[in-house]
């Protein structure tokens, strides 16, 4: 099992920054794969970006050049570091983990909001 705690998030005015963090606990070993989702009211849950235990980034088109993953790969923490901030960036940010299995597991989630 895999836990994973969020931390950051709040209400910023566009064009703001904000950190998200994510710590996981249990049995790290087993993760391959971090990263973050979003949701936002009415919508389906979105990838925004994640990383890889061998370093590998993918981010999603709506995110590039704005947003940055980075991580810790022996800690297995994550932090998306989010900069000129829209207004469709208020979501839910989910932190995320695969697992080598492919096991997925997630946070509690964080709100995000920009105001205009």
């Known amino acids: 099992q895999v836990q994973l705690v969020e931390s950051g998030g709040g209400l910023v005015q566009a064009g703001g920054s904000l950190r998200l963090s994510c710590a996981a606990s249990?049995?790290?070993?087993?993760?391959?794969?971090m990263g973050w989702y979003r949701q936002s009211p009415g919508k389906e849950r979105e990838s925004v970006a994640h990383i890889t235990s061998g370093g590998s980034i993918h981010y999603a088109d709506s995110v590039k050049g704005r947003f940055t993953i980075s991580g810790d790969n022996a800690k297995k923490l994550v932090f998306l570091e989010m900069n000129s901030l829209k207004p469709e960036d208020t979501a839910v940010y989910y932190c995320?983990?695969?697992?080598?299995?492919?096991?997925?597991?997630w946070g509690q989630g964080t709100q995000v909001t920009v105001s205009s």
């Open positions: 995320s983990s695969t697992t080598w299995s492919m096991r997925n597991y």
């Open positions: 249990g049995d790290i070993r087993t993760i391959n794969v």
